[in-house]
């Protein structure tokens, strides 16, 4: 197994060699200047309206576009002002906002108290159908104070009210109004939209938003190929890559002038999602097949994660960045408990699996057709093998592999929580009434008792009390293994000789680089 499972780094190591030669006769000279930051990533932004975006390229560029009242402090993810001046809770359901007087969007309309209650109303309306129309369900009224203030009343005690604020605020007349993709909405974020293109986003400096000016202007450059990821950050024509080179390529660029490279603690999880109730399969062959029916067991999903070797993935195709998880909310996040790490005990999960009066167990893994990831993907199939399941390893595009999930079209599948910036974010993932299209509970859970405990948790106000309600969760799930945690993935940025002041924030955010000088 130990041999099996570092195969896919033996492959590596020529592609190194190949890759410093190449890089050795690549380098240019920097182009510094006026020179746009470059920020790598590997794939487009799915939308740039932050009422629809998900993906997280979308979301890291809205947030430079655009902002909240609030926003998160990227070592803690408490929310802390940003276009409110300040806030106070007039009782336990109202909430009012002072709004700083010193804003204005990007066309020069400065910010009034009803540009927020349009918003707040924009996302939660049946028309607009925003992805997060959740985020404002326990809002029963949004009204403005004046120009300067607005009160927000609740229907029911909810914990998460002000990290909710983080929603980006839109101009009043735009927030209400019907997506237009050649249109980009107005914004209040240290950057204005100048281009977009197919894999090219450009961000000019804004005046009079919430942030001080920035130095630079900033492209978002999509390199699907990691290799040339590799060259272009070497040759100097790029400034940040976050998370977008693999463990295995960081030595080809650590001896390099010019290049840095920095590593923090993340705030996100990587987890196998099982689908329980293999619905599609069941209206396709008017019955669920056998192996499928097995995901329903608690035990079967123990002995899957009984299998896996989080360790020896960690230090070998993570080379160290990654760490086992040992429960749903990473380190990183104030709702983590300690608690004793996942057994690794496949003579267990043989004992578990085994099935005398029926055939061997056969599932689907779902991953993305990101190198590494494939790579994940095949050690994990290979170690469910060892233990008796036959595993077909299907890499598919993101938006692909996003609606077959959506759509139950699946048995198993890797993905990453990449913004754990609030535990009240696994009731999107866990509760029964989060099935998609509500909201991306796609393994199809239906567990009366962790509905309950995320109801708890959604209503329970006191961090203690909350610590509590969160470590009964992750209890919960220990024993029933709806979600397979696997790790928690460091944030690893390789930057420039001039962006190498850029730290990302705990969830990944690169609101960082608008302080570079």
């Known amino acids: 197994m130990l041999q099996s499972s570092r195969a896919p780094r033996t492959g590596i190591a020529p592609l190194l060699v190949c890759l410093v030669l190449t890089l050795g006769c690549a380098r240019q000279p920097a182009r510094d200047g006026d020179r746009p930051f470059e920020i790598l990533v590997a794939a487009d932004a799915e939308t740039l309206d932050p009422r629809y975006v998900s993906d997280s390229v979308g979301m890291r560029v809205t947030r430079l576009i655009h902002a909240g009242l609030v926003r998160l402090d990227p070592d ?13 809770w007039m009782n336990a359901l109202t909430l009012r906002v002072e709004l700083r007087g010193d804003v204005r969007f990007h066309s020069g309309a400065p910010l009034r108290s009803r540009d927020v209650v349009a918003t707040l109303q ?4 049946p028309q607009i159908a925003s992805r997060h129309a959740r985020v404002v369900e326990a809002i029963a009224e949004a009204r403005e104070d004046g120009d300067g203030a607005v009160v927000i009343r609740l ?3 909810h914990a998460t009210l002000l990290t909710d604020l983080e929603l980006p605020i ?29 894999g090219d986003i450009l961000l000019s400096p804004a ?49 390099e002038p010019g290049i840095f490279i920095r590593a923090r603690p993340g705030a996100n999880l990587t987890y196998l999602v099982v689908n329980e109730v293999r619905a599609q399969r069941a209206r396709l062959t008017d019955a669920p ?10 035990t079967v999903r123990r002995a899957i994660s009984m299998a896996i070797d989080r360790a020896l993935l960690c230090s070998t195709l993570f080379d160290g960045r990654a760490h086992p998880a040992s429960g749903l909310i990473a380190p990183a996040n104030w709702a983590h408990a300690d608690t004793p790490p996942l057994p690794f005990d496949p003579a267990q999960a043989r004992t578990l699996l085994e099935r005398p009066d029926a055939g061997r167990l056969h599932w689907t893994l779902l991953t993305s057709t990101e190198r590494l990831r494939g790579d ?11 233990v008796g399941v036959a595993i077909d390893v299907i890499p598919l595009e993101i938006a692909t592999m996003i609606a077959r999930l959506n759509a139950g079209d699946f048995d198993l599948a890797t993905l990453q929580l990449p913004e754990m910036t609030e535990p009240n974010v696994l009731r999107n993932f866990l509760h029964g009434s989060f099935v998609p299209p509500s909201g991306a509970n796609r393994g199809r859970v239906h567990d009366d008792e962790l509905d309950s405990l995320l109801d708890e948790g959604d209503r329970t106000a006191g961090a203690e009390e909350r610590r509590r309600v969160y470590a009964r969760v992750e209890a919960r799930e220990r024993d029933q293994m709806h979600l397979l945690p696997l790790w928690y993935e460091d944030q690893v940025v390789v930057t420039s000789l001039r962006a190498r002041a850029f730290v990302p924030s705990a969830e990944g955010r690169w609101l960082a680089i608008a302080a570079i000088p």
């Open 289 to 298: 097949s056998e192996s499928g029916s097995a995901l329903g067991d608690a």
């Open 155 to 157: 229907a029911r005690p």
């Open 76 to 88: 803690t993810l408490s929310p802390v002002p940003y276009v409110a001046l300040r806030w106070e």
């Open 207 to 255: 005046d009079g938003a919430a942030l001080p000016r920035p130095a630079h202007a900033v492209a978002v450059r999509t390199v699907h190929d990691e290799n040339a990821r590799a060259l272009r950050l070497e040759a100097g024509r790029a400034d940040v890559a976050m998370n977008v080179i693999s463990p295995t390529l960081l030595p080809a660029l650590a001896g």
């Open 376 to 386: 994940v993907a095949r050690v994990i199939a290979q170690e469910l093998g060892d």
């Open 122 to 125: 924009a996302f939660a309306s």
């Open 170 to 198: 839109l101009r009043a007349d735009e927030a209400i109004a019907l997506a237009t993709p050649d249109s980009p909405l107005d914004g209040l974020g240290p950057y204005r939209i100048a281009r977009v293109s197919r």
